[in-house]
């Protein structure tokens, strides 16, 4: 990983969930090295200390505290949290998840509930609690994650579908509402991209064939690469830019 320092970021702070692993960790230290400080958070204590660890090692500014994001108290600590140690709250990344691979009928009401409420009502509740925050700021940028599977359809993932799908018209809403503030309101939506969450999916050579047929740049993502774009739309860079979807996905959903 290029690990060169920069200042896209420079005087900005940042809260990202979801940042023991796979792609919230590569948000973390990608975030940092252009300056950001950053509050990273996850119910994944060890893997937090590791990210933090990352981050300070290639000179960055990060400290790690434990969040469930379905815990809207929790939120509001978090985000005074933010505000203590590093004066304001101007980017918030929303990118803890999970995934649950089960046909519609199948799934149960507790699976359902569950996927919902990391999800997406883990989104809306990180942005009900940074907004106050980002009105002291005088503005901000909060980019939620979502996925291919918010934009389209596919076999066995009712819930995390259905939940990804909420991401994407709660950032458009939640854009509508905040323009006001100053905050800034975009959607990713990664393909499939080698972390934790894709392990096994990858290690299966015919779901990864099925995959790579469908993926014109013929391979998975690597975290980094949903980090650039990220990063892009956390920064000032991206001033213009609201209530958008950016597709990271290798031109998966292109055709
Ligand atoms: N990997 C992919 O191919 C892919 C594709 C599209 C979208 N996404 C999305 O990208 C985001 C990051 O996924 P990843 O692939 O890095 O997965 P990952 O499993 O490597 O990381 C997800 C992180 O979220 C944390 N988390 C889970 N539940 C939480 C909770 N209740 N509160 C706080 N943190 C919690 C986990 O501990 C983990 O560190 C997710 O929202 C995922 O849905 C992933």
Redesign the pocket.
Do not use: C
């Given at each position: 990983m290029d690990s060169r320092m920069g200042d896209r970021l420079a005087g900005k702070t940042a809260i990202i969930?979801?940042?023991?692993?796979?792609?919230?960790?590569a948000h973390v230290l990608r975030l940092a090295r252009e300056g950001a400080k950053v509050l990273a958070?996850?119910?994944?204590k060890a893997?937090l200390n590791e990210t933090v660890a990352r981050a300070t090692s290639l000179g960055g500014t990060a400290i790690g505290l434990e969040?469930?994001?379905?815990d809207g108290a929790r939120w509001t600590e978090i985000v005074a949290e933010a505000e203590k140690q590093f004066g304001k709250l101007d980017i918030l990344v929303n990118?803890?998840?999970?995934?649950v691979l089960k046909p519609v009928e199948e799934t149960t009401d507790e699976e359902w509930d569950r996927v919902q409420?990391?999800?997406a009502k883990?989104v809306f509740l990180g942005i009900r609690a940074a907004v106050p925050a980002m009105q002291r700021a005088g503005g901000g940028s909060i980019v939620n994650?979502?996925?291919?599977?918010g934009v389209i359809g596919a076999p066995s993932a009712a819930a995390?579908q259905a939940s990804?799908g909420a991401v994407r018209l709660l950032t458009k809403a939640s854009a509508v509402d905040l323009a006001k503030y100053g905050i800034r309101v975009n959607s990713v939506?990664?393909?499939?991209?080698?972390?934790?969450?894709?392990t096994a999916l990858l290690a299966d050579p015919e779901s990864t064939r099925a995959i790579l047929s469908t993926t014109i740049l013929e391979r998975?993502?690597k975290?980094e690469e949903?980090s650039n774009v990220v990063l892009f739309l956390a920064s000032d860079e991206a001033s213009f830019v609201t209530g958008a979807e950016y597709l990271v996905d290798g031109g998966y959903t292109a055709q």
């Amino acid at each position: 990983m290029d690990s060169r320092m920069g200042d896209r970021l420079a005087g900005k702070t940042a809260i990202i969930t979801g940042a023991a692993n796979g792609m919230g960790r590569a948000h973390v230290l990608r975030l940092a090295r252009e300056g950001a400080k950053v509050l990273a958070t996850d119910v994944d204590k060890a893997g937090l200390n590791e990210t933090v660890a990352r981050a300070t090692s290639l000179g960055g500014t990060a400290i790690g505290l434990e969040q469930d994001v379905t815990d809207g108290a929790r939120w509001t600590e978090i985000v005074a949290e933010a505000e203590k140690q590093f004066g304001k709250l101007d980017i918030l990344v929303n990118n803890a998840g999970i995934l649950v691979l089960k046909p519609v009928e199948e799934t149960t009401d507790e699976e359902w509930d569950r996927v919902q409420g990391i999800n997406a009502k883990g989104v809306f509740l990180g942005i009900r609690a940074a907004v106050p925050a980002m009105q002291r700021a005088g503005g901000g940028s909060i980019v939620n994650i979502s996925s291919i599977y918010g934009v389209i359809g596919a076999p066995s993932a009712a819930a995390y579908q259905a939940s990804k799908g909420a991401v994407r018209l709660l950032t458009k809403a939640s854009a509508v509402d905040l323009a006001k503030y100053g905050i800034r309101v975009n959607s990713v939506h990664p393909g499939v991209i080698e972390t934790p969450m894709t392990t096994a999916l990858l290690a299966d050579p015919e779901s990864t064939r099925a995959i790579l047929s469908t993926t014109i740049l013929e391979r998975p993502g690597k975290p980094e690469e949903v980090s650039n774009v990220v990063l892009f739309l956390a920064s000032d860079e991206a001033s213009f830019v609201t209530g958008a979807e950016y597709l990271v996905d290798g031109g998966y959903t292109a055709q």
